[in-house]
């Protein structure tokens, strides 16, 4: 159980291109989604929490235009990166969260990004 | 506020040795302490957490920890490693002020050696 899929698993796109990827809970609801960013042997950086049918909340330093966030139902969060650039190459994953008070986060495999 | 510290970027230990992997913590409210592992180029997955109840949790894969309030630990431990175990390990931590928001320690690579 609580398996979350991301789609596609790698994506490489011209700079100003826009890309979008997918995050889906499978089999669960999930109350909120977490999309992070990771750098090559670093940890991982929140980027934005979404809550099914609300606005996402961004972390500092975000920028909300270039990364829009979407979550459209209890099942799927997306994220588009817009006008994309090489700096915006990294390794993206999603979470999502039951929000039963229990807190753990479920994870997608992963979306790699390249922007040539 | 919380935050997460891993000692040692890296470890490395011996096939069929003990696993150590140290966490601690800082938290303003009753914390909630997860391990995670992560593979190459893969997400992560969860090995145990700690929410309440017995300080001492078992995971999976032979993985366990043990909350230590006084210590403000939460160490990783296995008896014995496999080549398997190779991988990278976050501990993360959150609270019920935190809106489900994990913070993350550094990450711990654990290198098995034949």
């Known amino acids: 159980g609580a398996v979350v899929s991301q789609h596609p698993s790698r994506v490489i796109c011209k700079s100003g291109t826009s890309v979008k990827i997918e995050c889906r809970s499978l089999d669960f609801q999930a109350t909120t989604m977490f999309w992070y960013r990771q750098f090559p042997k670093q940890s991982l950086m929140l980027m934005a929490t979404s809550n099914e049918g609300s606005k996402a909340t961004y972390e500092q330093g975000v920028e909300k235009d270039k990364f829009l966030i979407n979550h459209a139902s209890l099942t799927l969060s997306t994220l588009t990166v817009t006008s994309a650039h090489p700096e915006d190459s990294s390794f993206y994953i999603c979470?999502?969260?039951?929000?039963?008070?229990?807190?753990?986060?479920?994870f997608g495999p992963g979306t790699r990004l390249t922007v040539t | 506020a919380q935050s997460v510290t891993q000692l040692g970027s890296h470890v490395s230990v011996s096939e069929g040795a003990l696993v150590l992997l140290r966490c601690n913590y800082s938290s303003s409210v009753p914390p909630y302490l997860f391990w995670y592992v992560q593979y190459p180029n893969q997400g992560l997955q969860l090995l145990l957490k700690y929410t309440t109840g017995a300080t001492l949790v078992k995971g999976i894969n032979g993985f366990e920890a043990e909350f230590k309030k006084s210590e403000t630990s939460f160490h990783l431990t296995k008896p014995s490693a496999h080549m398997s175990d190779a991988a990278e390990y976050f501990c993360?931590?959150?609270?019920?002020?935190?809106?489900?928001?994990?913070?993350f320690g550094q990450g711990t690579e654990l290198s098995v050696k034949p």
């Open positions: 979470s999502a969260s039951l929000g039963l008070g229990g807190y753990e986060q479920y």
């Open positions: 993360a931590v959150t609270g019920s002020n935190q809106g489900g928001k994990l913070i």
